[in-house]
C-alpha cells in the first residue's frame, strides 16, 4: 500500500503559474507510474501527467508545453509544475500510484483559474 498527499494548490489568475507537490509513504523506486489527475465539477476525472519509474513522462494534449511532471525517487515526491494556468485547469488535482495493479489516490487538491 501507499498513501499519497497533496499540497500546493490554491487561487491563482490566468497566465500565471503553480506547483503542486505529491508526498508518498513508500520508497518511489518501488513504484512503476506515479501520476496527476484532475475532476472538474460535473466532468469525469482525466489524466493530466504522468511519470514512469525509469522516467518517461506523458502528457495530455491539453496541457503539452504548459505543465512539467518530476519525479524524486529519494525524497519519494512527484511534483507538477503549471505554467500559463487557464480558465479551464479549474479542477481538483489529485495525485496518484499504481502498485501491484492497483490504483492508490490522494485526497485532492483544488486549483482555481480566475480573474
Known amino acids: 500500500q501507499v498513501q499519497l498527499v497533496e499540497s500546493g494548490g490554491g487561487w491563482v489568475q490566468p497566465g500565471e503559474s503553480l506547483r503542486l507537490s505529491c508526498a508518498a509513504s513508500?520508497?518511489?523506486?518501488?513504484?512503476?507510474?506515479m501520476g496527476w489527475y484532475r475532476q472538474a465539477p460535473g466532468k469525469q476525472r482525466e489524466m493530466v501527467a504522468i511519470?514512469?519509474?525509469?522516467?518517461?513522462?506523458i502528457y495530455a494534449d491539453s496541457v503539452k508545453g504548459r505543465f512539467i511532471i518530476s519525479r524524486d525517487n529519494v525524497n519519494n515526491t512527484v511534483k507538477l509544475v503549471m505554467n500559463s494556468l487557464k480558465f479551464e485547469d479549474t479542477a481538483v488535482y489529485l495525485c496518484s500510484a499504481e502498485l501491484a495493479r492497483t490504483t492508490y489516490w490522494g485526497q485532492g487538491t483544488q486549483v482555481t483559474v480566475s480573474s
Open positions: 511519470t514512469k519509474r525509469w522516467g518517461s513522462n
Open positions: 513508500r520508497s518511489l523506486f518501488s513504484i512503476d507510474t
